[in-house]
């Protein structure tokens, strides 16, 4: 918990106006996959009548363990996903992309892994052949 509190509050006052500062936007993009894993395991635990607060084990490295990997290849690929994803808010705060696109184009991320992960065991099928 201090490391994300650590990490959240480097990202708040690296957002806030001075030499060296970047977009909001671009905060979310860099703390993109545990934003929107918290956010897609809340909502399906309010859409199944429970606590959004509740214990499960419904979080992407829990799913990625289920199909097969093992704690350390799901670290990994979470990780490689992270890079990615804080690598197209980096990008995108470097060619001056517009904030409303990249906000825009943040939040379908979220819908699509939302999508994704709410119908997750219909994808594994599919990806198993």
Known sequence: ??????????????????EGSFRPVTALWIIAVPLIDM?????????KGK???SADRDHIHHIFMRF????????ALIGL??????G???????????????LFSFIGLFLAYDYA???VW????WMRG
């Open 68 to 75: 097969g990997f093992s704690s350390r290849q799901a670290c």
């Open 1 to 18: 918990m201090m490391l994300g509190l650590t990490i959240v509050w480097l990202l708040v006052i690296g957002t806030q106006d001075g």
């Open 117 to 119: 992960f709410l119908h």
């Open 39 to 47: 956010f897609a395991v809340m909502h399906r635990r309010v859409r």
């Open 51 to 53: 606590s959004p607060l």
């Open 88 to 102: 197209v808010g980096l990008a995108g705060e470097y060619f001056s992309v517009p904030e409303p696109v990249m």
């Open 81 to 86: 996903i992270s890079v990615a994803l804080a």
């Open 122 to 125: 219909r994808f594994s099928k």
